[in-house]
């Protein structure tokens, strides 16, 4: 658990905490992590505003754990949720909170289940095919290469993993889990690449990053949840509250995109030549465009290479 804490490096921790901040300097000022891994984001907003209080969330039960443990020190400033950050509404009805100040989203895959090989997200280390955030769900991503039909994986790698070979994959993994099921990461990982034409699996990366990203994002219905969340964070926030989120590829990015493009455009029927007090924008932009990691952060940390920060600023109630 030590060299877990000790490995790990917040995403553009620096420019997060800048964002958020300025909404957590009143006393009690609720800082919800909805994604909160190893604490490290947590820890470091925590230490940078000392009269917020924090409502951790993580759907992992290990990283609750380990959670708790990092932030001790903290005391009664914590308080820790076992969930899927769209259950938001649910953890802040739980917790007697109505309204929020600053909300962080750090998407994808935390250090913990990277590094733990047998959770199977890790397409260079041979381990149980399972990719599951929470040991509580059912659905393992070989219950999912096992069952789906062909149609049905094609579909998932496509639109999940944008494989352009996403038919020739399921084809070959259809054809192979009818001579035995699979188990391992490193037999997929095998047809995978068999199914890619040589020239093109000399280039462009590890072969089955998109399937394996297509997979994680399917078995833990990634952008089903995210989808549900961004409404309802946004809704929870306070007048002058902040919500900024760290999205690591371009399907993640495109609903945040759009769910604070459109909180930050005025509601207002097109044709009506002024703009009706309580129809202008909830939302004001604090990032423009997405922003990324500077060369010096991804030399020390290379996960954070393809992250994208958005963050924006509750100026209005909701109508």
Known sequence: MTGERDTHVPVMAGRVVELLAPALDEPDAVYVDGTLGLAGHARLVLEACPRAVLIGIDRDPHAI????????????????????????????AEAGVRRIQAILLDLGLSSLQINRAERGFAYATDSPLDMRMSPDDRTTAADLVNTASRAELARILRVYGEERF???????????????????????????????????????????KRTFQALRIAVNAELDSLAGVLPAAIDALALGGRIAVLAYHSLEDRLVKEALRTASSDRAPRDLPFVPEGYGPELRLLTHGAERPNESETAVNPRAASARLRAAERIQEAA
């Not at 990092?70 to 509404?89: I, K, M, T």
């Not at 038919?167 to 070959?172: G, M, Q, W």
């Open 166 to 208: 996403a038919d020739r994959i399921a084809r070959r993994i259809v054809d192979e889990r009818d001579r035995q099921p699979f188990t391992t990461s490193a037999r997929l990982v095998t047809t995978i690449a068999d199914a890619i034409p040589a020239a093109v699996r000399a280039t462009g990366g590890h072969p089955a």
């Open 65 to 92: 754990d380990i959670a708790r443990d990092r932030l001790a020190e903290f005391g009664d400033r914590v308080r820790l949720f076992q969930a899927v950050y769209h259950e938001l509404p649910e953890v802040l």
